[in-house]
């Protein structure tokens, strides 16, 4: 059984940090080859697609509204998946949810479609 859990939401304020986590169990990062990514749910608005990475990490992709502000990252012999979040912005507040996918991934994850989910974490970012 896939799961995805992410960690390291919370609230902080305006141009401040915050790095979360996406630990996956019951697929292997180094030989499953699933590309990953990160996506954002504000209340009242649809998810939407935020960063992502292939299975290698050789390709990252950033949605440009988090450009020079967020990284994201992969550890594959740890089978993490992790977003670097810097300044952040009264915008970014939002339910973050993390991805797997594996054929035709990268292109499936920017169109927010996933083999697997995880249940999310909020982040919110106050003034």
């Known amino acids: 059984q896939v799961q995805l859990v992410e960690s390291g939401g919370g609230t902080v304020q305006a141009g401040g940090s915050l790095r979360l986590s996406c630990a996956a169990s019951?697929?292997?990062?180094?030989?499953?080859?699933?590309?990953m990514g990160w996506f954002r749910q504000a209340p009242g608005k649809e998810r939407e697609f935020v960063a992502s990475?292939?299975?290698?990490?050789?390709?990252?992709n950033l949605v440009d509204s988090v450009k020079g502000r967020f990284t994201v990252s992969r550890d594959n012999a740890k089978n993490t998946l992790y977003l670097q979040m810097n300044n952040l912005q009264l915008e970014d507040t939002a339910v973050y949810y993390c991805?797997?996918?594996?054929?035709?991934?990268?292109?499936?994850?920017?169109?927010?479609?996933?083999?697997?989910w995880g249940q999310g974490t909020q982040v919110t970012v106050s003034s």
């Open positions: 991805a797997a996918a594996r054929a035709n991934g990268l292109w499936r994850l920017r169109i927010v479609r996933g083999d697997y």
């Open positions: 019951g697929i292997t990062f180094s030989t499953d080859n699933y590309d």
């Open positions: 990475i292939s299975w290698s990490g050789g390709t990252v």
